[in-house]
């Protein structure tokens, strides 16, 4: 039988130069990837009033920017059952995913939390004489709702959002 084995001196002189290349192609990625979400989340914070008021809708500019409130029973999503992914109406940023949403009763979009907590940031709300957490997107500031302690299992928080303030991907091969 032909012998086809390589000789490890020249299998090693082949390797190192491929692994050094695939070192350096995953530093490059690391640091571009790591790069582009930095601009990206200083871009959506830098955004003027008058820049909102020309990519988001009247509604939607009301709430996210202005921490308007949608009024109950009226929103698209508050009884939306199909399965996929909540992101911010503003910047597109994910976050949360129907497998967390529940029927609160409230008439609005419940979820017991978000897909990632660092995809959104809970700051007191003092305003209307009313001591509430509000939540706002962690990437471009935007008001989506509040949170409260009366949720269900695990997590036992009822993070209660504007439809307007959302949007939806459905989930491929999802039934509606
Ligand atoms: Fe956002």
Redesign the pocket.
């Known amino acids: 039988m032909k012998d086809i084995s390589i000789p490890s001196a020249n299998l090693r002189t082949t390797l190192q130069p491929m692994r050094k290349t695939a070192f350096y192609i995953s530093v490059l990625t690391l640091a571009y990837t790591s790069a582009c979400s930095q601009i990206q989340n200083q871009d ?1 914070k830098k955004i003027s009033d008058a820049e909102w008021k020309k990519k988001l809708t009247p509604t939607q500019y009301h709430i ?1 920017r202005e921490k308007g409130t949608e009024r109950a029973f009226t929103g698209k999503y508050y009884a939306h059952h199909e399965k996929g992914t909540y ?7 994910e ?1 949360f995913s129907s497998d967390t949403k529940f029927e609160s009763g409230s008439g609005w979009p419940s979820f017991f939390k978000p897909t990632d907590q660092k995809s959104v940031k809970v700051v007191p709300d003092r305003s209307y004489g009313m001591i509430r957490e509000e939540v706002v ?6 008001h989506l709702g509040h949170v409260f302690n009366d949720g269900p299992a695990p997590t036992g928080l009822r993070y209660c959002l504007n439809s307007e303030a959302l949007l939806f991907v459905k989930e491929k091969n999802s039934k509606p």
């Open positions: 959506f996210l992101t911010c109406a503003a910047c597109k940023q976050l997107c962690s990437r471009c500031g935007g």
